[in-house]
């Protein structure tokens, strides 16, 4: 894999941990801008909502960009709001700076998920994106903790600080690594400088080529394709399903087994190991053999959170089944996040939002369904069982569309 892809992957990473990190902040940033914990939790909402809005709208805006442009101009953005963030003592600057800043991520996952499939061979953009989504899933290893270590260490300020400081590194990454120039902004260069030498004819000839992109109205037609839909619908849902659980897992620990507040993090962190895990096994399998992964992690992500809905009691199998359902969860779903991407070839420039705004739609929903089952009848493992219904639809609604998944694009 070449060198630019663990450089979006390193942006993805101070991504992936500003995104999550406020799970293990909210009280203290209560307490400092002076709200309840539950307005705080709105900044969490706020940023779900900016990814599933951001994702097209900033993929459209940033379409006829260089790709290298556009990834330098969404880190900035997302510098200055996490500099914002940390400088305000107003709660509503804070929420408008989670905003901005879920649109800068947006944007900048939206381009370069479609940057890392042009930097390999077609028949390797599984592979690809594995490494790309490494940056996010080792965020919840590694950021997360770190994040909520130095909020507590100093204050939530110093944690925002942190995320602002990560952008430099990645826009050095992204100078060094990705072209100053697509193809297609090349062509348009040369095309220009052919007209303006011929007086203009070849700007009135036609063409069969359109270097300033593809026509955005055509792109949009790609989500008329009823197996893009169908591959957009099956990621939704089993992102619900991981976000569900993955949202309540502190009370799930807490309650259920008994087990200090200590071994939060030691779940989270095993959480997260399977999710690397995940996503590097299935990017070696999901070019050539997507329907392989799809048939046999549906199944078993289904009876993993089952088991867990069944064992949660025991401290061993908790540990366990965070490590399987984080590894067996991100590997489903970056396998078809790559399918999105092969069945929106025929749209370039927004494939790679389509798939970010459905993730995120999910991971939207799937803690609201699940926060709607806490403390009903299956008390605390409510989410639990949420994730678990989430997958059954997920596999129920794969049964008819078991072509899309049986062969790669080559």
Known sequence: MPLPLYLLAVALFAMGTSEFMLAGLLPDIAADIGVPVATAGLL????????????PLMAALARRWPRRSSLLGFLGLFLIAHVLGACTGS???????RIIAALANAGFLAVALTAATELVPPHRKGRALAVLLAGTTVATIAGVPAGALLGTLIDW?????????????????????IPA?????????????????????????????????????????ALRRPRLLQVLLLGALVNA?????FTFLAPIVTDVPGLDPLWVSVVLVLFGLGSF????????????????????????????????????SDPIALLILAFTQGALS????????????????????????????????GATAGPVIA?????TWSADLGPVWTSSALVAVALLLALPFRQTFDRSET
């Not at 399903?241 to 659980?245: E, H, L, N, V």
């Not at 895990?277 to 199944?299: E, I, K, M, Y």
């Not at 996040?337 to 929106?344: C, F, G, K, T």
Request: aromatic fraction near 6%.
């Open 181 to 221: 120039k697509t193809e297609r902004g090349i062509t348009a260069e040369v095309d220009r400088g052919i007209a303006a030498e011929t007086g203009g004819i070849l700007a009135r000839t036609e063409r069969l080529d359109e270097p300033s992109g593809p026509d955005l109205r055509r792109e949009l037609t």
């Open 91 to 97: 709660f509503t600057v804070l929420l408008a700076s």
């Open 330 to 361: 991100f590997g489903l779903g970056s396998t078809l996040i790559a399918r999105v991407l092969y069945e929106a070839a025929e749209a370039p420039t927004m494939a790679g939002s389509y798939a970010t705004a459905a993730l995120n739609v």
């Open 44 to 55: 969490t909402s706020a940023f779900a909502i900016g990814m599933v809005v951001g994702a």
């Open 241 to 245: 399903a991981t976000f569900g659980t």
């Open 371 to 375: 926060a709607a089952t806490l403390h």
């Open 277 to 312: 895990v995940g996503v590097t096994v299935a990017g070696r399998l999901s070019d050539q053999r997507p329907g392989v992964v799809v048939a046999v992690g549906g199944p078993l992500l289904l009876g993993g959170w089952v088991t867990l809905g069944l064992t949660a």
């Open 157 to 177: 300020r110093a944690t925002f600080w942190g995320m602002a400081m990560l952008c430099l590194p990645s826009a050095l990454g992204v100078v060094s690594g």
